[in-house]
């Protein structure tokens, strides 16, 4: 189905009554429906109620209608070990899943997923979209109804759920077509150049997902249960094959185009010749044209703005079902997108801001009408995410676990993030003013086995060009920062099997 900008516009403001309106008072008696609503390397500031210009009609509602938390942080910068965090409500460190090449059988969970915690508290589960568990015949561990965007064999293959390749193998075919040759996981060049897409919105993976996450909610009949319904986008992650109504959204020469410090300036760092930096990339991006640059940046709006429309499209359907009467509305991506910034970097593969720092906004009914429509700046973590839905569900959530009830009162003194893509780990300490960055080896948890360090004045530097670790201005906080992370990270034991 072909969405004008007049409907875009027009259908996704339809979240604002969705996402608190009191069209009923909230029954008080029941647990609220639970609508967990991701997509895939969202930039933190890619909304419109943070860079005027980002067309995100239904999230912004969203925050009108609750909290958006403006400091949150994811607890790693790629894929499987982000989404495992959320899931489990546990660092990666203490999960053992550090990488985007290591999973999990469902033995070998260090937790109960938030999924299966739900279904056995009585509520009605059902996951559309990716969770990236990636292990080969797993659970749908705790999904009663599960549909994903891929084909069988592919991300997953969970026993159970119903992949495209199953209910339609000729449109994944079409997609995967227009898709050749952009490179792993879509990121390479032609994945981020892109094109206007010529398939029809079914046919790519988000379309077909959201199709049958909108067939589920006009057709669930189970009105007995609290629903838990999980909505997981691929996009806007590249490839950049974009619907032509999307992409008319926005005008590439009113994009802007990152500016580039010299190479000296800001390496080697923590991610340097790491994936986050190819000389493929480097090259082609430092002498592309400043067109080729306005339409790539263009293009990446216009993937947030159709997972936008998804997530508008499925909450409006809610609404005329009745389910967000009483519900806990949480939103957030699994990490960011440098697009291009800091030395022609792309992707995620770092802990530098625009990829650690993710949007996260709680709504709904079940926040407090006090909190509505604020801005929490909190040093808040993915992590939370877990406790805050089983807090409002009434599930006691583990104490031991790190997260904390994002509408419970702010406890964390900093945020904190792992990057586990080279042969020694780095550890990010965060606050609103600092970041901290220490290389550490595998085994040892002291300052004197720091192997390398960066420390970024964001407040000076919101750029974070300038290493500021070894300046003599900065060695209190320095020396307290690492304090901190330091007896942070020693905390941090690998959980117990399925504790």
Known sequence: MAYSRRRFLGVTGLALAAAGSPVAARDRTRPPNIIFLMDDQHRWDYLGKVLPGVKTPALDSLAEQGVRYGQAVCQAPMCIPSRYSIMLGLYPRQIGVLRN??????????????????????????????????????????????????????????????????????????????????GGGGEGLAGYLGCTSRVAEGDHRDGFVFEQCLTFVEGRSDSSRPLFLYLSLLAPHAPFNVLPDYEKLYTPADMPVPEEPPYGQVEPCHATQGNAIEKERVTFWSQASREQWQTMVARYRANVSWCDSLFGRVLAALKKKGVLDNCLIVYTSDHGEMLGERYY????????????????????TAVPPRLRGTVDSRAAELVDVLPTILTAAGVMPDARKPGCDLLAPPAKKAAYAEFNDKKNPYYMWRTRSHKLILELPCDRIASEHILSGELYDLEKDPDEWRNVFANALYADVRA???????????KLQPRVQGA
């Not at 084909?151 to 026993?159: A, F, H, I, K």
């Not at 079409?174 to 952009?182: H, L, S």
């Not at 307290?480 to 020693?490: A, G, I, K």
């Open 345 to 364: 970097r792309f992707n995620k593969y770092c802990l530098f801001e625009s990829s650690v720092r993710v949007p996260l906004i709680v709504s709904g």
């Open 101 to 182: 090449e290591v999973a999990l059988a469902d033995d070998k969970l260090p937790a109960v997923p938030l999924a299966e915690q739900l279904r056995r508290a009585g509520y009605q589960t059902a996951g559309f979209g990716k969770t990236h568990w990636a292990w080969r015949n797993c659970s749908t561990r705790g999904f009663e109804t599960r549909v994903i965007g891929e084909p069988r064999g592919t991300m997953s293959d969970e026993v159970g759920m119903v992949a495209i390749s199953d209910l339609n193998p000729e449109g994944i075919k079409r997609y995967q077509q227009e898709t050749k040759g952009t």
């Open 480 to 490: 307290s920062m690492t304090h901190d992370l330091l007896s942070h990270v020693r």
